[in-house]
């Protein structure tokens, strides 16, 4: 066997782990019955201890040293070895004990969690932070970081970035998107405009749902959509990618933005090479170019006038009540904008302030500025000085995010990263005549095209800033973003 | 470590891998998009491959050894090792590759035949029969059989059991039955009962459906039902037992006796003891006594007087076009029998006849009396020789059950064998005048009780014959079966 090919079953081996992994996490959040967890968590937390064995084993290692010892000569074969390298040197940091501990407590902290914030009790949630803490802490140790413990967590979700690169980045958006968000907030409240009453109902939202996702491109025979209280996206295979929403019956635009957010996801995931599944060449580049994706279809697609002129007919067919309204009218409803506390349920002008807030608390909490039982009240404290306002409870604070019990601190930033990637990519793509004048019609393929030759087909064999500056010809930043909430906020 | 410990640790790991494919195979069923399914194969491959090799390691051996020489001196743990020692024998015979073929070919072949269904195109599906069979032709000859290769299958279903065994206990049955049936189908065209028509909805139905299986003891926190076109149940974890059915809105009863038996399946699972989950002390004795608990709840229990005395009532809260019906007509109508071709529909009267087809069937298979060429045309004959009619097509004839594509070859005689055990164990549980009178007014209890204790409890650590034995004082015969057809369907 040719050590390409060793190196490839090697790589099945890891992928039919981890896609299981995948597979029985799915089932957790969609139809897991209550006590299935515990049996659940031993389950992920055995594959994530297989997986990682095999992603550092000696034979993982001399066959990827062998196959760079080849040096291949096209661009997309090097980056595929090179990433490679990167995440067996990250992963062969860790002990496969603190592998699975960290997913066994993930199973735990996500179960306690939930019940947390039902009862907005972080007293209860407090211990599992605590060892979340513990075990996050002691994977940057073992990784090292250039700067701060916090970077190395970082690194995990956006190769290439630190938090003095995200603060350098955030500070002065900070300070535009107050003022944005003000002004945003402000129009909003003057124009009063609101969704007519429902019922939207479920079904009628299912249908046109489905709809909007298979005309945007998402291939619901490589996929599904489910219901979870928290939506989220997910690959269990090669060709199998799961969307979940939740459905209010009062506002049909937030399943549907919901499905729009989840199948811009789906669409990058269905856009990887599936002959590279489990390689970098078939993966994601990093979460901000992830959340790019989604937020491009949901915000800058999915809120735009071109794409409401085609669709709106459509909903009223589905929706009786919408037909008195004006398309103008429809656009200044989902271009509202207001102080919610909840992250998910944020507008575009506020959202990133959100995630400042959170990157900042994280930043603190690893920096040792800041104790488990002080995070409600520096949320609270947080919450105010951009907002104005305080949660009335931790429900509504700093119990509202699952990425926490995930392990995943460093995990947020990436949210912002993906709403200024957005803006820019899809300037960019606009830039060709071609989509520019498709999408304003709102035929989708011709952007989507763009999207699968420019950021979806590199996978991970370029970096997250290699992406956007192919894409763009810039370095990532956050002009056009800003540029883009001005317009759509403030015009 | 003691050997026990690490018996017990090996134990966990082969359940954790058994239990994921379980999960995945659920999927599969359930929700797995139509693009997902060479992936899917894949991973179920993997996982009984290494399943196969915990189960069958030097470790897992020499630890099975060390504790049946410390001889524990409970009957229980007797009857635990002796049953691992079975399946050890048993599991060694088969080398990896094989296993991990089989499974292969399982999931390939079950998506084959739903489209050969579909299509009624057995031409489609022969090759597909023609390689499962020489896959378990090669597993019973690594078995080894005492008589005939067939025998070596039935022993993975039934321990103990053999063709000449079935032959001996069906001959008699087949007579009987064809009487019984003839008679019955004559009564139920006379009375020409119907119910009344539709729509049934499915909403209603769910709740119906959901409220009976609590009432039974099926609890839905450790469980749930969701809807495939092949209704099945499977257990995920120590404590996540999944049943699922189908809904036709013309006919309530068809999903309500669906979930009855499926929970019938279900309460077994949720009886056998979570501590011993992957041994055969946490384990059904066998597909007989699996079969035994289904059509005790589906028929014993749903079809009687007793229960419709109380559900009836609620039933007609739920579906007002009941209202009309009285208690008799309404139990003339759920005691209906017929001659449809297909199986799963076919009422008490008649089912058994499905069965003997089958069986006789798969014998001349495995005697190669019969080519896979000639099966549709051998189906269709003994199906006139039963019923008198002749399927129009494959679909309703020999495409119509996925077993064959599981491999499980020497499964359908089990139904038979359920059957049989279900009159009789239900005939010794009445033979307690509390369960009896509790029984009678639709208290459940108390007969779900005496089953936990005479039935699930003992796992698979007494043979199916034992259990039944233990139980009822008896042995495992057709007298209280056909004394149950007679008395409902030809008093």
């Given amino acids: 066997m040719s050590s390409d090919d060793r190196l490839r079953q090697l790589v099945l081996e890891a992928a039919t782990l981890s896609s299981t992994a995948s597979a029985l996490g799915w089932d957790q ?75 066994e407590l993930s199973s735990r902290a996500k179960h306690a969690w939930a019940a947390a914030r039902r009862d907005s009790d972080f007293a209860a949630y407090a211990p599992f932070l605590r060892e979340l803490l513990e075990v996050s802490r002691e994977k940057a140790e073992r990784w090292g970081y250039p700067d701060e413990p916090y970077d190395a967590l970082l690194e995990t979700y956006e190769p290439g970035t630190t938090s003095a690169a995200l603060d350098t ?69 090669p060709t199998d990618v799961r969307l979940t929403t939740r459905y209010n019956e009062d506002d049909f635009t937030s399943s549907l933005f919901g499905v729009m957010h989840e199948a ?52 009223v067919g589905h929706f009786p009540q919408l037909a008195p309204l004006s398309l103008d009218d429809f656009l200044a409803i989902i271009h509202r904008s207001d102080r919610g506390f909840i992250r998910v349920d944020a507008d575009e002008a506020t959202y990133d302030l959100h995630i400042l807030l959170r990157f900042d608390l994280e930043r ?16 609270n404290e947080a919450f105010h000085a951009s907002f104005g306002t305080r949660p009335p409870n931790d429900t509504l604070g700093c119990l509202q995010d699952i990425h926490w019990s995930m392990g995943g601190f460093g995990y947020f930033p990436t949210y912002t990263l993906g709403n ?33 030759e420019n950021v979806h087909q590199p996978g991970a064999t370029r970096t997250p800033a290699g992406i956007i500056r192919g894409a763009t010809g810039s370095e990532p930043a956050a002009e056009a973003h800003l540029r883009h909430l001005r317009a759509r906020y403030l015009a």
């Fill in 420 to 452: 200024l990637n957005a803006s820019q990519l899809f300037g960019a793509a606009l830039g060709c005549p071609e989509v520019a004048t498709a999408t304003e019609s709102a035929d989708y393929a011709p952007l989507l095209a763009w999207l699968r």
């Fill in 264 to 315: 811009g996801h789906g669409l990058y995931e269905q856009g990887l090479s599936p002959e590279d599944f489990g390689m970098p060449a078939g993966d994601s580049a990093s979460l901000g170019i992830h959340e790019s994706q989604s937020r491009l279809w949901e915000n800058h697609v999915g809120r735009s006038r071109g794409f409401w002129q085609h669709w709106l007919p459509v909903a």
């Fill in 29 to 103: 959040e969609t139809y897991l019955p209550e006590k299935g967890y515990d049996w659940r968590a031993r389950q992920l937390a055995w594959l994530s201890g297989r997986h990682h064995e095999t992603v550092t084993s000696q034979a993982w290692g001399d066959t990827l040293s062998e196959a760079m010892d080849r040096a291949p000569d096209d661009e997309r074969s090097l980056g595929n070895l090179r990433e490679m390298k990167r995440r067996f040197d990250r992963a062969t940091c860790l002990p496969t004990a603190l592998v699975e501990r960290a997913t």
């Fill in 169 to 237: 980045l955030f500070r002065p958006l900070g300070e535009s998107l107050s003022r944005i968000a003000e002004e945003a907030i402000e129009r909003s409240r003057r124009r009063g405009l609101e969704l007519p009453p429902g019922p939207y109902p479920q079904a009628a939202q299912m249908a046109f749902n489905a709809a909007v996702a298979q005309s945007i491109g998402f291939d619901l025979e490589a996929g599904r959509i489910d219901t979870t209280t928290h939506p989220f996206c997910t690959r269990l295979g």
């Fill in 364 to 379: 603190r909490l690893f920096r040792s500025e800041l104790s488990v039982e002080d995070v409600p009240a520096a949320w």
